[in-house]
């Protein structure tokens, strides 16, 4: 079955430190996406990153990072020299087909990052 | 650009009062979803539709919860009668989609979601 972990409920560091949210997911598809999506304090979800399962690349956007690896089933957001407005619950989300061939999708549990100024 | 619009913000009512909730998704969009957002359950898709007709409506949790989509600028939830239990928040999304097959690889773009509360 799919699923997606997100083992770190709670994180809190000091403005400018580096964090590291991780992501572990399970499927029996070979074709599969993954996302980040940001849950600010105000309640909406923003979309933060794509990657499909055949691309491993890790990608760089300013200050966010993404390190896909197929080997370890993982997907980890870095965010480099955090800052205030990084703080709200990060979801990883997986979407693949079940068993049955529907499409579906999971979201995590969900990090909550919390950077103190 | 609009984003995806909902409606309304807050919602409190009485249980077996009827509830609707109300989304325009983003222009342009091809597919709309509806989630419900709850501390014990996280996040849960309820249904998708695809240039305005229901793909899956597997999510839905029951009978009484309902939803239409009759243009490609809006889609309501509606739940009859409600219940305590249906508080949550529950958020509306929309995606270009490349095709039915692909709906769900797509990159969601949500709503503000509406936080509804059954007394």
């Known amino acids: 079955a799919q699923k997606v972990t997100q083992a770190q409920t709670e994180i809190s560091v000091v403005e400018k430190e580096d964090v590291t949210l991780d992501c572990v997911y399970e499927t029996r598809d070979t074709t599969y996406y993954l996302f980040w999506y940001k849950q600010p304090p105000s309640g909406e979800l923003v979309f933060l990153i794509r990657?499909?399962?055949?691309?491993?690349q890790n990608e760089i956007s300013g200050r966010y990072s993404w390190n896909f690896q197929k080997s370890t089933s993982s997907f980890n957001f870095t965010i480099t020299a955090s800052q205030v407005v990084d703080s709200a619950v990060y979801f990883c989300?997986?979407?693949?087909?079940?068993?049955?061939?529907?499409?579906?999708?999971?979201f995590g549990t969900g990090t909550k990052l919390q950077v103190i100024p | 650009d609009a984003g995806v619009i909902q409606s309304p913000r807050h919602e409190v009512t009485e249980m077996g009062q009827e509830v609707t909730l109300r989304c325009k998704p983003i222009s342009g969009h091809n597919s709309l979803f509806w989630y419900r957002q709850t501390m014990m359950r996280g996040l849960e898709l309820l249904i998708y539709f695809n240039n305005n007709v229901p793909i899956d409506d597997s999510g839905m949790p029951e009978d009484r919860f309902s939803a239409k989509m009759p243009n490609a600028s809006f889609s309501t939830l509606k739940i009859q009668p409600s219940e305590p239990r249906d508080s949550a928040v529950y958020f509306c999304?929309?995606?270009?989609?490349?095709?039915?097959?692909?709906?769900?690889?797509?990159?969601?773009?949500f709503g503000d979601g509406t936080r509804l509360s059954i007394l």
């Open positions: 999304a929309s995606s270009l989609g490349e095709g039915q097959a692909r709906i769900l690889y797509q990159a969601q773009h």
């Open positions: 990657r499909n399962s055949f691309d491993e």
């Open positions: 989300a997986l979407s693949d087909r079940n068993s049955g061939g529907y499409q579906k999708v999971t």
